[in-house]
């Protein structure tokens, strides 16, 4: 019989053990009633069942005849098999959504990234359009199937940014069909839910994410409202955002954590009945533990008028290291969204880290967690995960799960030994799965006389497709390397790519530095830094370093009062001939200000730099210039170059 839902039910006898057929989607346990209701997923009535049927023989030849036929899998890109079948490999394509609420398969749990929203609220985070446009391209090679782009309000740079997002990435539909999702944030008003959908109209999919705090605490002491102000704001901001012509928002009760359940299952039905597609559910301080936040998602998904109607996302802050368990157990509890970023980065103590998330789900395909899987292509994860590591200039620690640097490293000799036997032994992920190449000791060794082909063949292997002009840069640099070190390792080339390529757009560019330095007097630097517009500027200064007297040479020739806030110094690898990277983080005096989501408090922007030589003083200048181009990128555009070349000079 046909229910509300649209879905058959029938309720048979079985003739036959149902652990043949584990992926059945049966209401009850299989071993609790003599009787079981079957509940078929279809959009339109079917002549196969529209009747109970009280007696009923399967057997494994004739089973699939009883089921109704599927609905043509529109715009999905690659359905998901079934348990008893062979599993999908790690780059299977992404199966985007085909509506607001529609999924290809009940299995199926999008993965929806912040990175670009919630991830650069991490202090020091702050990212230039550019660079967020980089990270959106890399999140849709990922397969992603929302990105949420920004905070539109908050400034005139995010609005661009988000934008300039909406326009390319969210109109860059592959042969498969496949487009993400791009999605801005709002609070709820009017002024930022307008400006949200001014910012993200231009993509084939826009999504308008609105929210507003409905614990006892943040409504008594942040709002200063009563509960029936804010259902009725949270009402009128759903519809008024479906009145702009947006078909697809999302709400989210902030920290729902600690609000009080019969609230929550109130103001959600009235969302849903005012047009939401999307509940998030955030655990916005991270005060969750993972059986508590699954017994909130049953909840929630049995007592929410209309919840049938929509999707139930996540999204866990990861105060008490449990971001990923509370995820993963929202999602076995009903949920088919999951709010995750990169690396895990995010306010305070982070969010839930995607690769983390992805690769569970990916671990368990088809058993204890119910054959959840999502259309990630997992081989993009390391590169992307690089990218926002640089981008940001957080570093990811080594222990860190899946993309950390001894995430695959065996020190034991236990360990050792039995990897050498079998990887399987003590590896659930292979670095591969994931776009990570081992070194490979037996393969090419890469020195001062291998040549442009081999450079780019062993880039490629390690997950890098670099345009034309940064190889050939990258060439010259390994060269320079390879003169000094007999052999080049991946880390050194790692190394170099993230200095030639994860760079802001060049405002001031280090031509030439001399720096003198030693036990007695101060130490002396002289810089020479070349302009937008090819003018060259040349400064003296003295300092108690030569890292110290380089850098007040560059603030000579800036002009731009910053402060250095932090400083750090990292060997590649072993060797008085390693490599070194240097990355600093700045907050300049004049530089941009934003307006933080949640706290609506005005922000300063803080800037990282990276660099990356031979030289560490070298490498600490380029990084420090690399910090004032990402700030400078902030305030204005840099000039048109031109051919002439004049000098100045500053003491």
């Known amino acids: 019989m046909w229910d509300r839902k649209g879905f058959t039910t029938i309720h048979i006898s079985l003739s036959l053990s149902l652990s043949h ?54 715009l999905v890109r690659t359905p998901k098999p079934q348990p008893q079948q062979t599993p999908l490999p790690l780059q299977h394509a992404a199966a985007p959504i085909t509506s607001q609420t529609a999924s290809p398969t ?18 020091g985070a702050s990212l230039t359009s550019k660079e967020k446009l980089d990270i959106a391209r890399q999140l849709a090679r990922l397969g992603v199937d929302i990105i949420e782009a920004g905070f539109p309000a908050s400034s005139n740079d995010d609005f661009e940014a988000v934008k300039a997002i ?124 993972p059986a508590e936040y699954g017994k909130m998602i049953s909840d929630i998904k049995a007592n929410t008028p209309g919840i049938e109607n929509v999707v139930i996302s996540t999204h866990c802050q990861n105060d008490l290291g449990l971001s990923t368990a509370n995820t993963i157990s929202g999602a076995c509890a009903g949920a088919r969204q999951l709010e995750v970023t990169i690396n895990g980065i995010g306010e305070r103590a982070g969010n839930a880290s995607l690769e983390e998330v992805v690769m569970t789900l990916k671990c368990h395909e088809g058993d204890v967690l119910g054959g959840l899987y ?21 570093y990811v620690q080594p222990h860190k799960a899946i ?18 036997k079998h990887k ?22 890469l020195g001062k006389l291998s040549g442009r082909h081999a450079l780019k063949k062993r880039l490629e292997e390690l997950g890098y497709e670099l345009e034309s002009e940064h190889l050939e840069n990258i060439f010259w640099r390994f060269k320079a390397v390879a003169d000094q070190k007999k052999r080049v390792t991946d880390a050194d080339l790692r190394a170099l790519v993230s200095d030639e390529v994860f760079q ?36 003296c200064s003295v300092g108690t370093g030569p890292v110290d007297s380089a850098y007040k040479a560059v603030d000579l020739i800036v002009k731009e009062p910053v402060t250095l806030l932090e400083y750090s110094l990292t060997a590649v690898t072993e060797g008085i001939d390693a490599i070194a990277t240097t990355r600093v983080l700045i907050r300049g005096e004049n530089s941009h200000t934003s307006t933080h ?41 840099p000039p048109v170059k031109t051919p002439a070349k004049k000098t100045t000079v500053s003491a």
């Open 166 to 289: 909406a326009k390319e990435v969210g109109n860059a539909v592959d042969g498969d069909g496949y487009v993400p999702v791009i999605c801005g944030l709002s609070r709820c008003n009017e002024k930022d839910i307008r400006r949200a959908w001014e910012a993200i109209k231009y993509a084939k999919r826009p999504r308008i994410h609105t929210f507003i705090a409905t614990s006892a605490i943040h409504m008594e002491y942040k709002l200063r409202k009563t509960k029936e102000e804010v259902v009725e704001i949270a009402r009128n901001m759903v519809r008024f955002a479906r009145s702009l012509g947006c078909d697809d928002v999302e709400f989210s009760p902030e920290d729902a954590g600690r609000s009080d359940r019969e609230f929550l299952y109130e103001i959600l039905g009235e969302v849903i009945k005012a047009g939401a597609t999307t509940l998030n559910i955030p655990d916005t301080v991270g005060i969750n533990v």
């Open 106 to 123: 009940p299995a199926y749990v999008r993965i929806f990234d912040t990175t670009l929203r919630d991830g650069e609220q991490s202090p």
């Open 374 to 394: 999502t259309g990630i292509n997992a081989r993009h994860i390391y590169m992307t995960s690089k990218m926002v590591e640089e981008y940001t200039g957080l």
């Open 21 to 74: 057929y584990p992926w059945l989607p049966f209401s009850q346990p299989p071993n609790s009633h003599p009787k079981l209701q079957l509940s078929f997923p279809h959009q339109t009535p079917t002549p196969y069942f529209h009747t109970t049927i009280t007696l009923l023989s399967i057997s494994p030849q004739n089973i699939h005849s009883f089921l109704p036929p599927k609905k043509p899998p529109s």
């Open 424 to 445: 399987g032994t003590y590896e659930i992920i292979a670095p591969e799965d994931i776009g990570y190449e081992r070194t490979n000791e037996a393969g090419i060794v």
């Open 504 to 539: 802001p757009e060049v405002v001031w560019k280090l031509h030439d530095l001399q720096v003198t330095c030693g036990t007695l007097g101060l130490s002396t630097a002289t810089v020479k830094l070349i302009g937008a517009d090819g003018t060259e500027h040349v400064a």
């Open 403 to 420: 993309v950390g640097a001894n995430a695959f490293a065996h020190e034991s000799g236990i360990h050792q030994d039995g990897m050498l």
């Open 597 to 637: 989501a949640y706290t609506e408090e005005t922000v300063h922007r803080t800037f990282s730099g990276i660099g990356a030589g031979m030289d560490i003083v070298v490498s600490s200048v380029k990084a420090y210039i690399g910090a004032l181009n990402k700030m400078l990128g902030f305030q204005e555009k």
